[in-house]
């Protein structure tokens, strides 16, 4: 069983930058992938990017590329969505999760622990 809290959210000005955290509790974090979506209102769940087991194993959706950085650090059970250059349609609750799959890790529906979810509001 893993719990994930998330923090870090906010209200920021376009092109500014938040940095938000996902705490998960249990020992067996290293275990798992690890994976950032975020849902707009009226709109579906959207994979923003996610990390692989070991630290420097990421990959982004094409819309945050270049922008989001992921790290994790598993001595803290700790994974991280820095954003950079945010955009008033990055406006969305962001939500890490947890899996212990290895394929698939765009999709939602491959993630078997899920946190509760920040607020991040981006205005022009």
């Known amino acids: 069983q893993v719990q994930l809290v998330e923090s870090g959210g906010g209200l920021v000005q376009a092109g500014g930058s938040l940095r938000l955290s996902c705490a998960a509790t249990?020992?067996?974090?290293?275990?798992?992938?690890m994976g950032w979506f975020r849902q707009a209102p009226g709109k579906e769940r959207e994979f923003v990017g996610g990390t692989g087991r070991s630290a420097g194993n990421t990959f982004y959706a094409d819309s945050v590329k270049g922008r989001f950085t992921i790290s994790r650090d598993n001595a803290k059970n700790t994974v991280y969505l820095q954003m950079n250059s945010l955009k008033p349609e990055d406006t969305a609750v962001y939500c890490c999760a947890a899996t212990k799959a290895y394929s698939g890790l765009y999709y939602p529906t491959q993630y078997e622990y899920w946190g509760q979810g920040t607020q991040v509001t981006v205005f022009s």
């Open positions: 249990g020992r067996t974090f290293s275990s798992y992938a």
